[in-house]
């Protein structure tokens, strides 16, 4: 390992920009003539709109224009897409309700897009946008899933009857059944999974230029996947042809999964840009991301886990409601399908399991991908039962776990997916070691006397990453292959362009895809830029999200970087007069193995653009380019331990330990990769113990739509955490990387509350554990 | 923010000439600064306080507390003349918000807002202080009549905060997860004559009060212990999202319990 190699632990390059405010978001930009765009939003979850009344709104100062949907579908704009078509399991396919990015007849939550103002200010459009009347007939609502498949509840969707979208299932069902009805001991729960409001620091924001002199757009986005917006804009919205349609995602201030889909906003930015003449930009304030944004989680789960006599499990039957809100998003039929499901085996040899989804639409924002996707829902629902039946078969919950662990690889799971490698008793082990597990009962009673409850669980994760392969997803009903493309350019002074379609908002790709380099050629990271985020500029990429730009967007960088060394070989053989064979490239130069024979990096790139003397017939010019297609997913695997002390007479949780122990497979830099955990451990705490979303039931008007209502985790909610990896190679990728993105969010949330419960001596919590939900339970 | 005409007086006088229905006072901004941002606010004129030298500084003259109505929450914290008669009330001081917040907003700017979940309300009507307003001298239990509702007229305005330090006092307050506000805080005092004083924040239906319950257990024996006994009536507190009323009156305990332990 170099200083700047792969494992080395270098400073982020891209920080210097973003911690002395220089970043470039997509509300920095600022082109000649731009206008400013307010949406006119709804105020009620369900109305018809009977009239939009925009005159006075038009005559106002600044105004350039007031739209609406009606001119949207006039000007052949599309309906918003799912783009993961999910069967029901009697054959049929989901039942989809049109979205429409401006909402023409019915509004179906609060904040659905009803017109937009363009002005000359972002407060003229505002003002204005307060002066359209929108003349609304108010209809029932319903706000939760399990209420919106009962009989009479108020309809969303003609396509959906009783409001369910599908009713999917995984697994063998008689099996499991069979297994349940002949066990020893079966633990049964209810478990809800709290929706859950992304809140990147970066709200969202687009801009929309049209070009008339070249029939050209360009959208500027705060997306995760540039490329994939303009394939979509393109293919379904009918936005522009992609030969004509630029999409740039600069700098994003944190994404979370809230911003791989396209959402309404931008495509009507570029619409009202042709519509206006002048380019038209918005941008999200808080209230806005928080009614719009799509939402996270939010499932309401009944689950059961049969035993045998020795307590080895049998079974595992799972049946999951999911809210998907008002409209299908992006991803959103694949989350608590496909995400969710083919994990329920987690660490476990559980030799028959069921699962059952039936989702639902509702008057609430859109539920999508969040921090996890679908993988913290199931590991919650299998963490929690696991802990909960260890409780009623009275053993050690860790060793409950530890029996039943898979330990032989590969492994295919009753639930489509084949585990390719895995350690699970060594991070087991790790996390007990770093938790001083055997001290909690003395630190228990040492807490008691203090007068406090203290408490301890554990969370043994597994996840699926690098979401992949395209032929598998494609089966399963994915709309796009899910590889991953990458180009290496060496310049002809030898510094290296790095060109990828994986996209950062946070995740130090700038850092680490250079390392990549540095470590295959051993020039300073310094001299390699990392060009992503254009769509111009980057042939095509499928972007980040799932842990997926290591192990697929990596794997991408290291195929093009094989070819250029390959080629870079060549062209040294020839200058050196050697066999390729004997070449080999280190510190910045190319030598022949076993002399002293030396050239220089940048003498050797210098050579192949000269091109005046090449190995006879040899292209000029250093570049490769290549896509990279997964075998498989990647299972990166953890166990997580949770110390907290309950204050019984307030109900405030403190936690006072936690510990992550992770199999990443290979780490590329260290620090990135703790940095990734601490986040996503604060976000699973953010889950467990703070963050809940709530609407109205009546009215569906959301409650917790600002920081005085929804606690986001802050600083002094958070312990030290104490981090460690251990590592098993992952052999579905050339890196043997597996991604850290999201493992934080997943294994914590069970952790928490099993140490909550734990403490209280009370099982029966729901998500966020705020003071008030404890301090209830234990009056109860 | 819609459109506002900004004003800066000098004097009491010349701020109160300029007071209108339509107009509105600034001290701090803490709470009316955000409201107009969201536009839940719109007055025409903003009448900005804070460079009226009489509604400054703060006089301690043996345990006679004067606090300026300009004073920040931040001076008020630091106030070493204060704190060393009064520290319950200078330790609520610097813990209301956040340091933001306390070096901007004001003792007179909160208690003219009188926000139910503020801190400084349940002090005063526990101390039994006055409030002087540019035309007339209040109890706090005249002036607080109520939730964000006070005695305070069109164009009146607090200039000045005055109260007897007590022989004791302490603050307890359980902040609410997300706003950080009072889900419950409970002011406790004893004056030098034995008299008693608990005020309680964040939890009244309407707004801050005194808890004659917790006053008579604690007017025995000013001790955490006194109010083992004592039971608070659910009835007309308040219920939200984040607490009910059954859990703020077991917080009202329990944040008493703590505030008598604070105050020695």
């Known amino acids: 390992m170099g200083v700047e190699g792969i494992g080395a632990r270098v400073a982020r390059k891209e920080d210097k920009r973003f911690i002395t405010g220089k970043g470039r978001y997509t509300d920095d930009m600022v082109v000649v003539g731009m206008k400013h765009a307010h949406f006119v939003r709804s105020p009620y979850a369900h109305a018809k709109i009977r009239s939009i009344d925009a005159s006075a709104a038009e005559k106002m100062l600044g105004v350039i224009a007031v739209l609406n949907g009606k001119q949207m579908t006039e000007d052949g704009i599309g309906n918003l897409i799912c783009g993961w078509m999910i069967h029901s399991k009697d054959g049929s396919p989901m039942n989809m309700g049109a979205w429409r990015p401006i909402a023409q007849d019915t509004v179906r939550y609060v904040g659905d897009a009803v017109a937009v103002v363009v002005a000359d200010t972002k407060a003229q459009a505002r003002d204005a946008a307060e002066a359209v009347v929108v003349d609304y007939e108010e209809l029932p609502v319903v706000t939760e899933a399990v209420q919106a498949l009962k009989d009479g509840a108020p309809q969303l969707h003609p396509e959906a009857k009783n409001n369910l979208i599908f009713d999917w299932e995984i697994g063998d069902a008689a099996a499991t059944d069979a297994a349940i009805k002949s066990a020893a001991h079966v633990t049964k729960m209810k478990i809800v999974n709290n929706r859950l409001i992304p809140n990147p620091m970066e709200p969202r924001a687009a801009l929309g230029i049209y070009d008339e002199a070249e029939d050209h757009y360009t959208c500027y986005t705060t997306s995760q996947n540039p490329h994939v917006a303009r394939l979509v804009m393109s293919a379904f919205y009918n936005v522009a042809p992609e030969n004509k349609l630029r999409v740039i995602a600069p700098d994003v201030g944190g994404g979370f999964g809230s911003k791989i889909y396209i959402y309404p906003e931008e495509i009507v930015c570029l619409w009202a840009s042709k519509r206006t003449g002048v380019p038209v930009k918005w941008n999200s304030d808080r209230t806005e991301a928080f009614l719009a944004d799509a939402h996270g989680r939010d499932h309401v789960t009944e689950v059961e886990m049969a035993f045998d006599a020795d307590n080895n499990m049998t079974a595992l039957k799972v049946d999951t409601i999911a809210n998907l809100g008002a409209y299908m998003s992006l991803f959103s039929s694949s989350v608590p399908t496909y995400l969710y499901a083919t994990l329920f085996s987690g660490q476990y040899k559980i030799p028959a399991i069921h699962g059952n989804v039936r989702t639902v639409y509702t008057n609430t924002a859109p539920v999508d991908a969040y921090r996890g996707a679908g993988r913290p829902e199931a590991t919650y629902l299998l963490e929690r039962i696991v802990e909960t039946a260890a409780r009623e078969l009275n053993v050690d919950p860790a060793e409950l776990r530890r029996q039943n662990f898979i330990r032989e690889f590969p492994y295919q799971t009753p639930v489509i997916m084949c585990y390719d490698a895995g350690d699970y008793e060594a991070s087991l082990e790790a996390a007990m070691q770093a938790a001083d597990y055997k001290g909690f009962p003395a630190r228990r009673d040492e807490a008691e006397s203090r007068g406090k409850l203290r408490g301890i669980g554990m969370s043994c994760y597994i996840e699926a990453c690098g979401i992949a392969p395209s032929q598998a997803v494609g089966s399963l009903g994915a709309g796009v292959g899910l590889w991953e493309s990458a180009e290496v350019r060496v310049n002809a002074v030898g510094t290296v362009e790095v060109l990828t379609g994986s996209h950062s908002h946070g995740q130090g790709h700038e850092t680490t895809f250079a390392q990549l380099v540095n470590d295959r050629f051993g020039l300073p990271i310094d001299q390699v830029s990392i060009v992503h985020g254009d769509t111009d500029k980057v042939q095509m990429g499928m972007g980040t999200y799932g842990s997926r730009s290591g192990a697929v967007g990596m794997s991408a960088i290291v195929k093009a970087l094989d070819k250029v060394e390959a080629k870079a070989k060549k062209i040294a053989a020839h200058l050196l007069e050697a066999d390729e064979s004997d070449i080999e490239i280190s510190g910045g130069e190319l030598k022949v193995k076993g002399t002293d024979k030396t050239v220089p990096w940048f003498q050797m790139a210098l050579a192949a653009y000269t091109a005046h003397n090449l190995p006879d017939g040899m292209e000029p010019g250093l570049k490769e380019g290549a896509f990279y297609d997964p075998t498989n997913f990647t299972f990166p695997a953890g166990c997580y331990i949770c110390e907290v002390e309950v204050d019984p007479d307030t109900g405030k949780t403190e936690i006072v330990q936690f510990v992550a122990a992770d199999d990443f497979g290979k780490i590329i830099n260290p620090m990135i990769v703790e940095g990734q955990v601490h986040g996503g451990i604060a976000q699973g705490i953010g889950q467990a113990l703070l963050e809940g979303t709530s609407y109205d039931p009546e009215t569906g008007q959301l409650l917790t739509a600002s920081y005085m209502d929804y606690t986001m985790p802050r600083a002094d909610d958070l312990p030290s955490f104490k981090v460690s990896t251990t590592e098993t190679a992952c052999p579905g990728n050339p890196l043997g990387i597996k991604g850290c993105g999201e493992a934080g969010a997943i294994g914590s949330p069970p952790a928490l509350i099993n140490a909550i419960t734990n403490a209280i001596g009370k099982n029966d919590l729901t998500m966020p554990a705020t003071p008030q939900k404890v301090w209830a339970a234990l009056q109860g | ?264």
């Open chain 2, 1 to 264: 923010m819609y459109a506002t005409t900004y004003h800066r007086p000098a004097s009491v006088d010349e701020a109160v000439k300029l007071a209108s229905e339509e107009a509105k006072y600034l001290s701090g901004g803490q709470t009316l600064l955000p409201t107009m941002k969201q536009r839940l606010a719109a007055p025409s004129d903003l009448i900005d306080l804070r460079h009226i030298d009489a509604l400054k500084g703060i006089s301690v003259d043996g345990k006679h507390v004067r606090i300026g109505a300009a004073c920040t929450h931040n001076e008020i914290a630091n106030s070493d003349a204060i704190s060393a008669v009064c520290p319950g009330f200078t330790y609520l001081a610097g813990h209301i918000g956040d340091p933001a917040v306390r070096h901007m907003g004001t003792i007179g700017g909160s208690i003219a807002n009188n926000d139910p979940a503020a801190d400084y309300p349940a002090a005063l009507l526990a101390l039994g202080a006055t409030i002087t307003t540019n035309s007339r001298t209040l109890s706090a239990e005249e002036f607080f009549t109520g939730m964000f509702e006070t005695a305070l007229e069109e164009g009146e305005m607090v200039t000045a905060v005055e109260f007897d330090a007590p022989e004791k006092s302490g603050y307890a307050k359980f902040r609410n997860p997300a706003s950080r506000y009072a889900m419950t805080g409970v002011f406790v005092c004893k004056g030098a004559d034995g008299s008693v004083g608990v005020g309680v924040a964040g939890a009244g239906a309407d707004g801050a009060f005194r808890s004659p319950e917790m006053e008579s257990a604690l007017a025995s024996n000013f001790a955490a212990s006194a109010l083992e006994g004592i039971s608070i009536d659910p009835s007309g507190l308040m219920t939200d999202m984040h607490a009910s009323a059954e859990y703020r009156a077991n917080l009202i305990k329990v944040m008493g319990k703590r505030a008598v332990e604070q105050a020695g």
